[in-house]
Nanobody, 122 residues
Framework: QEQLVESGGGLVQPGGSLRLSCEVS????????MSWVRQAPGKGHEWISA????????NYAASVRGRFTISRDNAKNTLYLQMNNLKPEDTGVYYC???????????????WGLGTQVTVSS
């Protein structure tokens, strides 16, 4: 069973920071690019960042570029998202996704996990 378990969300004030984690199991983590995807309240899923298998190549949506940093620790089967200078519009549920942007764009996953809630509010 493939599992992606997100954690690290919470309530922060605008300008604050959070570090999200995604623990992976059930597949060979090092064989796959990974992404972060988020869903704002009442909105669809938005791809925000991807990282290749060894972490040497990263991509970001314009909405988060310069503020968020994606990384991975292959020894720990864990994906991270460091989020700085958070804005209210960053509020939503954050999910990790097996695959990069091309995989994401080719079709949605069969299902989404629980994700982790990020709320940015003063």
């Amino acid at each position: 069973q493939e599992q992606l378990v997100e954690s690290g969300g919470g309530l922060v004030q605008p300008g604050g920071s959070l570090r999200l984690s995604c623990e992976v199991s059930g597949f060979t983590f090092t064989d796959y690019a990974m992404s972060w995807v988020r869903q704002a309240p009442g909105k669809g899923h938005e791809w925000i960042s991807a990282i290749n298998t060894d972490g040497g190549n990263v991509n970001y949506a314009a909405s988060v570029r310069g503020r968020f940093t994606i990384s991975r620790d292959n020894a720990k089967n864990t994906l991270y998202l460091q989020m700085n200078n958070l804005k209210p519009e960053d509020t939503g549920v954050y999910y990790c996704f097996k695959g990069g942007l091309a995989t994401y764009s080719s079709g949605p996953p069969h299902s989404w996990g629980l994700g982790t809630q990020v709320t940015v509010s003063s």
